[in-house]
């Protein structure tokens, strides 16, 4: 499945927004991001898990862990742009893995999607998903949406996540602006979004 490929693709984009609009990979080295590698592992897991080979609820018990903990590092970084949207995808993951021990997808959704299913299908097809039935719990959060150039399916969360994702990463490389206070945040409408978050959390 091309979940992984989402997410770098996501990744490529933001940095070449943010170089389109004057930043500098080289402002990614004062980033001032909080546990930022084990952010980017955790961010891998999320990604790669779907092709892990992972018997029983393995994949699903990692994938627990690593949304958490990234929510975990998202708390300690709630300031910065595009982790309030992040976060809130992060938690919508969380909520529907949870209560279903594996992220929900339709068969017809795997189908769209260019990737085929043994017959009868599998409770499991891989390591993440669950197939959607009767007795799942909150399906509209699960993988709903069919990325067939990719061979990918994913969810509103998933979506929530990379948009912050995306704005996080564009953020970092064009770095602290003109308009920035030197503890890196911004003036106005900046800091307007970021306090309901930030309240919550505390």
Request: glycine share 12%; aromatic share 4%.
């Amino acid at each position: 499945m091309g979940e992984p490929l989402l997410f770098l693709l996501v990744a490529a984009a933001a940095v070449a927004v943010g170089l389109a609009r004057g930043g500098a990979l080289g402002q990614l080295r004062d980033h001032g991001v909080k546990a930022v590698w084990l952010a980017v592992g955790c961010l891998a897991v999320q990604a790669t898990v779907v092709v892990l080979p992972m018997p029983g609820i393995g994949g699903a018990v990692l994938l627990v862990a690593a949304l958490a903990t990234l929510l975990g590092i998202a708390r300690t970084n709630a300031r910065l742009a595009g982790v309030p949207l992040l976060a809130l995808g992060l938690i919508l993951n969380l909520i529907v893995v949870l209560a279903n021990l594996g992220m929900p997808v339709r068969a017809e959704t795997l189908e769209r999607a260019g990737i085929g299913l043994e017959q009868p299908a599998p409770a499991r097809p891989d390591a993440k998903h669950v197939v959607d039935h009767d007795g799942t719990r909150l399906g509209l959060l699960g993988d709903r949406l069919a990325v067939r150039p990719l061979r990918a399916v994913t969810g509103y969360g998933t979506v929530i996540e990379l948009a912050g994702l995306f704005l996080l990463l564009q953020h970092l490389v064009r770095g602290p602006g003109p308009f920035r206070r030197d503890d890196g945040t911004a003036h106005g409408a900046h800091e307007a979004r970021t306090v309901p978050w930030t309240t919550w959390a505390e």
